[in-house]
């Protein structure tokens, strides 16, 4: 599965942006998209889930209430909705896939950036 995020860009404090992450290739064993996200001096981190399979959907604590994610099977996109942006949410934000039968997400995006001014 070949993964395209799109849809970062520059925003002010509580502002909104909605990132797209578009896939292709054999996507049916695919159990689960992510996003996660990796700030300059930090190492990568969660940010949230949905499962393929019902839309169950996961979050940090830290964006929850404020980002959604949404699947759309047929056009096989996953989105993270975005508001109230924070400073601190600034970061390359990449999807990712996990399959069915793995432990570990193994398909990432190529990132894109999310810049929070303040």
């Known amino acids: 599965v070949q993964l395209q995020a799109s849809g970062g860009g520059l925003v002010q404090a509580g502002g909104s942006l909605r990132l797209s992450c578009q896939a292709s290739g054999r996507t049916d064993r695919t159990l689960a998209m992510g996003w996660f996200r990796q700030a300059p001096g930090k190492e990568r981190e969660f940010v949230a889930s949905?499962?393929?399979?019902?839309?169950?959907?996961s979050y940090v604590d830290s964006v929850r209430g404020r980002f959604t994610i949404s699947r759309d099977i047929a056009k096989k996109t996953v989105d993270l909705q975005m508001y109230l942006l924070r400073p601190e949410d600034t970061a390359i934000y990449y999807c990712?896939?996990?399959?069915?039968?793995?432990?570990?997400?193994?398909?990432w995006g190529q990132g894109t950036l999310v810049t929070v001014s303040s």
């Open positions: 990712a896939g996990r399959y069915y039968g793995r432990s570990q997400y193994e398909s």
């Open positions: 949905i499962t393929m399979n019902g839309g169950v959907a």
